[in-house]
């Protein structure tokens, strides 16, 4: 089954951008891929998927100043994100949908410090 584990984040200032790394053990190319967010207290959800295709969908709460990224060749999904808020401040977990269903990452924490 595929592992993933996230990378890229951190404290941060207010209005400054990041760039998250989810690389997974084995080839991707055929996964739809994801990222959530969650803040303690509060249920997981979603900030944007891309599809094996490439297809990208976000939604409200990475609209805007978050872009997904793939590269198959590196069994990597990113995520970069941009004039950062407060309200960002959550752990950061990537998402496979494989045929045995959902693989999740560890998750990383991203601090945003008004």
């Known amino acids: 089954q595929v592992q993933l584990v996230e990378s890229g984040g951190g404290l941060v200032r207010a209005g400054s951008s990041l760039k998250l790394s989810c690389e997974a053990s084995?080839?991707?190319?055929?996964?739809?891929m994801a990222w959530f967010r969650q803040v303690p207290g509060k249920q997981r959800e979603l900030v944007t998927i891309?599809?094996?295709?490439?297809?990208?969908n976000y939604a409200d709460s990475g609209k805007g100043r978050s872009t997904i990224s793939r590269d198959n060749a590196k069994n990597r999904v990113y995520l970069e994100m941009s004039d950062l808020k407060h309200d960002d401040t959550a752990v950061y977990y990537c998402?496979?949908?494989?045929?045995?269903?959902?693989?999740w990452g560890q998750g990383t924490q991203v601090t945003v410090a008004s």
């Open positions: 998402r496979a949908t494989t045929r045995d269903g959902f693989v």
């Open positions: 891309i599809t094996a295709g490439g297809g990208t």
């Open positions: 084995q080839s991707i190319r055929d996964i739809n």
